[in-house]
């Protein structure tokens, strides 16, 4: 059995990442989702799905004739876009089974469920075992109740599984299939993998909280120094890399397993004449500046070049918002003292906690930043997701607060001010030339939530049409741009027109759909409202 494994991405940082995807930049999650599906005897190919590729004619890239689709969706504004391309497959590939994974599947369950109505199944949280083990059922045509699967039978009925489950040994699963990815890859030296899954944290605007209620058995899992040294190994002997990302919520929660990976890495680089340099995301507790010291020069020993880090806010008040580990701001300054000792690149994200900040929390921000002095920083408006602690506080007592002018002033102007501290003069006249690039943000940021919008008024139409409330369907139907993605609108359009006596108005809109889709059921639609008309006008 054939399964087609698509990875679903609405939101795009470059051009580039059209048609293609960097090396390190590999979704993890349904490339372990390929290998396991190969591990337990099934072929399978990878898609990339992009609103372009999708335009572009998606189902051109599929290159045999797949039994079952496998979709991970990671983002809410995905939602839009797998609708449509399980439409298309719908047509396409009629008989073919479709399961829909992913963190955002995982958070909103039923709501996913319920608006994407021709999916067969669903995948709540790890799906390496589980959606093996539904396309065994499909080989078969008998499902029956399984761990993290939503199933509809033969018979259209719910299956509900009981429980969800993480897998509790990383070390079993495949290495990820990057082969898969070979024809929408950009060539690279760099690479990512997974060390862990999960997180121990309870930050109150991140999923993870949600993600870790819905798990029926241990949330947070790591895998083990030798089962990671041999992963990378293989990525360099077979693609040559040379920088390498590990990938992990929180690298330093088991401070003796990291230690003993920094000493694998260590004499792994040791036994190289290329040295392979590496990157890892970790979190700050005042630990690593007295008993847990060593692994600072550990990783520095074993080639580690860059340190990312979640500081959010140089604010304690915000911080202690945001459900973030405790330590003052004069630790976390002296840590990254001993980091640019020791000639580490350094990366801070932080965010700028609309509604909740203000000018005091906003200067200790900016002052602990330019104290740091971290190599990059990224910097992003507070959107904690629906379902998490502080989505519910801000839509409940703050709903109403929007970004005044002087919120996007501070937001806009804090990188500059940090780096104008302690960068070169002609690095900060780069970056100020190079200032056109928020424009392009900001038209990004425009229509993301233009297509935010357009899926919200095009469930609500379609809600209204299938309740057969016409009138309401029309109103919303009106307000959505059609283009060659959505041109079903002008059928549906057309069918609620005619119902209301509007006939005139049904018959343009079946015209445009005949030049887009010459179906014969618009056709035989366009001639009855032309002989309701004749009829009118003889009755007149």
Known sequence: MHVCCVYIRTYLISETDKYKIKGDKIPLGISYISSSLKQAGYTTEIIYCTTFTFNNGITKYIKHNPQVFAISITAQEDV????????????????AKIIVGGPIVTIDTE?????????????????????????????????????????????????????????????????????????????????????????????????????????????????????????????VKEYSAKNIMLVGESAITNVDKFRRLCLALKNYNNSLIDKIQFEININFTPNLLNEDLDIIYLMKEANFKLLKFSLESGSYEIRKLLGKPSYQNKEIIEFFNILHKLNFNTLCWVIYCHPFETRKTYYETLNCL??????????????????????????GEHKDKKLSIIDKYRFYTLKFRVYNSYKPRMVMLNIFLSRYK?????????????????????????????????????????KISIDKTNYWIYGDRGIAKMTIGDYKGAIKDFDKILELEPKEIYREKREECLNLLNILDKTK
């Open 438 to 478: 928020l424009f392009i943000i900001l038209k990004k940021l425009i229509l993301k939530y233009k297509q935010k919008n357009k899926f919200k008024i095009i469930q609500k139409s379609k809600k209204c049409f299938y309740n057969k409330k016409y009138k309401k369907a029309i109103k919303y139907f009106n």
């Open 80 to 95: 839009f876009l797998l609708i449509k391309f399980i439409e298309q497959i719908k047509r396409e590939y009629n008989n």
């Open 370 to 395: 330019r104290q740091c002095k971290p190599t990059r920083i990224i910097y992003q408006i507070l959107s904690p997701l629906k379902g998490t602690q502080l989505y519910k506080k801000i839509m």
């Open 111 to 235: 709501n996913i469920f319920n608006n994407v109505q021709q999916t067969d199944a669903i995948c709540i949280g790890a799906g390496e075992k589980a959606i093996a083990e539904y396309v065994k059922q499909v080989e078969k045509g008998k499902y029956q109740k399984t761990d993290n699967l939503w199933i509809k039978d033969s018979n259209g009925h719910i299956i509900k599984c009981d429980r969800v489950l993480s897998i509790e040994n990383l070390d079993e699963l495949p290495y990820p299939d990057r082969e898969g990815w070979n024809r929408w890859i950009i060539p690279t030296k760099n690479y990512a993998i997974s060390i862990n899954r999960g997180c121990i944290y309870n930050c109150t605007f991140c999923n993870n909280n949600i993600l870790k209620s819905k798990s029926n058995n241990r949330y947070f899992q790591e895998r083990s120094a030798e089962n990671i040294l041999t992963e990378i190994d293989f990525i």
